[in-house]
């Protein structure tokens, strides 16, 4: 089993930046995918960041150029950094664990962390 825990939800006004954080523990893969994932009120959960073991990186076009994932192995961190943030960033971001890379689908990730509500102000 692998735990995720989030941190570093908020609100934060149109414009703004906010880092996430997701720490595994337990039974972790060598070779393995994270993603961080979103869902807003009445949507379904979506794709957008995710990070291979090898250091590849894959992100959904709302947020390229915006969002960047990066990871401390030594750590077993994740980060999402969130710049340019507009309102319909809003939402609960998940963090997810896979043994395999370069997933961008929910069913591809057997775990999950309990999510971080982002809030972006107008």
């Known amino acids: 089993q692998v735990q995720l825990v989030e941190s570093g939800g908020g609100l934060v006004q149109a414009g703004g930046s906010l880092r996430l954080s997701c720490a595994a523990s337990?039974?972790?893969?060598?070779?393995?995918?994270r993603g961080w994932f979103r869902q807003a009120p009445g949507k379904e959960r979506e794709f957008v960041a995710g990070?291979?073991?090898?250091?590849?990186?894959t992100y959904a076009d709302s947020v390229k150029g915006r969002f960047t994932i990066s990871r401390d192995n030594a750590k077993n961190m994740v980060y999402l950094q969130m710049n340019s943030l507009k309102p319909e960033d809003t939402a609960v971001y998940y963090c997810?664990?896979?043994?395999?890379?370069?997933?961008?689908?929910?069913?591809?990730?057997?775990?999950w962390g309990q999510g971080t509500q982002v809030t972006v102000s107008s």
């Open positions: 990070i291979c073991w090898s250091d590849s990186t």
């Open positions: 337990g039974r972790t893969f060598s070779n393995y995918g």
């Open positions: 997810a664990y896979s043994n395999f890379c370069s997933r961008t689908s929910a069913t591809s990730y057997p775990y």
